[in-house]
């Protein structure tokens, strides 16, 4: 039972985090005001169920979402949004050549604001979780390039910010030795056919 709730509560914290996207997405695009796309967000009036299709059966059936974790929405929204302006900054200065600034798409940049404000501002939540949680967002969205630039400008940022955290967060790897010398092989990961 225990697990299972602790299963229920991080769905809703991915969900919540998928929601506060949309919603710094909607803001742009719409230029609503930020307490109306919370509010719509939270009613259920945006995001609260989806189309789902059949395509064999040529079907369409409207689910409900999982529910939002209204806080941790509420402070990634607001936060995110009132954090913009520095947002931008980082991920402007986080980029590596090929990717412009201010040439990213809506989505992919509202996944880095979110993933930067946590990391920045949300010192509960270990970053490593943070980092898998936003990379698996951008996943979902496009393909491997902007999900693995999401992942390196948010490990960056992390090992910047938290750097106790990130080298705590990642087990040590045994050293591998030679069989029957004893000494250390070169190769870490023990899968050298000479041994």
Not at 175 to 183: A, C, E, L, V
Request: contains cysteine; negative net charge; proline residues 6%.
């Amino acid at each position: 039972m225990i697990e299972k709730q602790k299963s229920n509560s991080a769905l809703r914290r991915g969900a919540s985090r998928l929601a506060a996207v949309q919603a710094l997405y909607q803001m742009d695009m719409s230029g609503n005001r930020i307490d109306d796309v919370v509010k719509d967000f939270l009613s259920g009036a945006i995001g609260g169920e989806v189309i789902e299709e059949d395509l064999d059966l040529e079907t369409e059936e409207v689910v409900p979402l999982i529910e939002l974790n209204a806080e941790m929405f509420s402070v990634l929204v607001r936060g995110a949004a009132a954090m913009r302006d520095r947002l931008d900054e980082v991920i402007a200065k986080s980029l590596s050549s090929g990717w412009e600034a201010d040439r990213l798409e809506p989505i992919l940049r509202n996944i880095l604001r979110c993933g930067i404000y946590e990391l920045l501002e949300r010192e509960e939540v270990p970053p490593r979780v943070a980092i898998s949680e936003y990379v698996g967002m951008a996943r979902a969205f496009y393909d491997a390039p902007e999900a693995g630039m999401v992942n390196a400008v948010l490990d960056r940022l992390a090992r910047e910010v938290r750097p106790d955290q990130m080298d705590a967060a990642r087990p040590a790897r045994p050293m591998q030795t030679k069989p029957g010398t004893g000494k250390p092989s070169p190769n870490r990961g023990g899968n050298d056919p000479a041994g």
